[in-house]
């Protein structure tokens, strides 16, 4: 149980292109899930907060407007890259956790993203 | 406000040899505390966890890590690697509130060699 799911694994795109990215929960609810960027041989940092059928909480120095967030049910949030660059290239991580004050968040496999 | 410390970035070791990747944390309340695995290419996977009762935790692949509140650790242990436990290793914490965001340390990359 407790498997997240993320889509596409990779993608290449064009910079000033925009991508979207998506994290299921395939077998769980999840009333919060969690976006992080990881760069090469650097640990995870956490993005925003989505929570379903609020405003996600971004972190400070996260540009709300670049990076959107959008957590519309309890399985599915995505995370849209507007107007992407080279300098968003990296890896993207979601996390699910099934209710607030749950202590385990259950991760994604990733997504790669290579902007060209 | 919590933070998270690996000492080491990398850990070289022979196969069969014991380990220990060391954590520790600093946090002005209690805490959970969380060890995840990444292979290459691949997102986070939870390899085990306290959250309250017996400081000594393990996973069911071997490793196992105590929670030392005086000494504000959590080391990684396993008394015989595998070439298959080649990865990258992330402590991570969080507070034992409603809001429960994880901060994690920088990683362990443990290289096993044969």
């Known amino acids: 149980g407790a498997v997240v799911s993320q889509h596409p694994s990779r993608v290449i795109c064009k910079s000033g292109t925009s991508v979207k990215i998506e994290c299921r929960s395939l077998?769980?609810?999840?009333?919060?899930m969690f976006w992080y960027r990881q760069f090469p041989k650097k640990s995870l940092m956490l993005m925003a907060t989505s929570n379903e059928g609020s405003k996600a909480t971004y972190e400070q120095g996260v540009e709300k407007d670049k990076f959107l967030i959008n957590h519309a049910s309890l399985t599915l949030s995505t995370l849209t890259v507007t107007s992407a660059h080279p300098e968003d290239s990296s890896f993207y991580i979601c996390s699910a956790r099934v209710r607030p004050g749950q202590e385990t968040q259950y991760f994604g496999p990733g997504t790669r993203l290579l902007v060209l | 406000a919590q933070s998270v410390t690996q000492l080491d970035s990398q850990v070289p070791v022979f196969e069969e040899a014991p380990v220990e990747l060391r954590c520790n944390y600093s946090?002005?309340?209690?805490?959970?505390l969380f060890w995840y695995v990444q292979y290459p290419n691949q997102g986070l996977q939870l390899l085990l966890k306290y959250l309250s009762g017996s400081t000594l935790v393990e996973s069911i692949n071997g490793f196992d890590a105590e929670f030392n509140k005086s000494q504000t650790s959590f080391h990684l242990r396993k008394p015989s690697v595998h070439i298959s436990d080649t990865a990258e290793y992330f402590c991570?914490?969080?507070?034992?509130?409603?809001?429960?965001?994880?901060?994690f340390g920088g990683g362990t990359r443990l290289m096993v060699k044969p």
């Open positions: 991570a914490v969080s507070g034992n509130n409603a809001g429960n965001m994880l901060t």
């Open positions: 946090s002005s309340v209690s805490v959970y």
């Open positions: 077998d769980f609810q999840a009333t919060t």
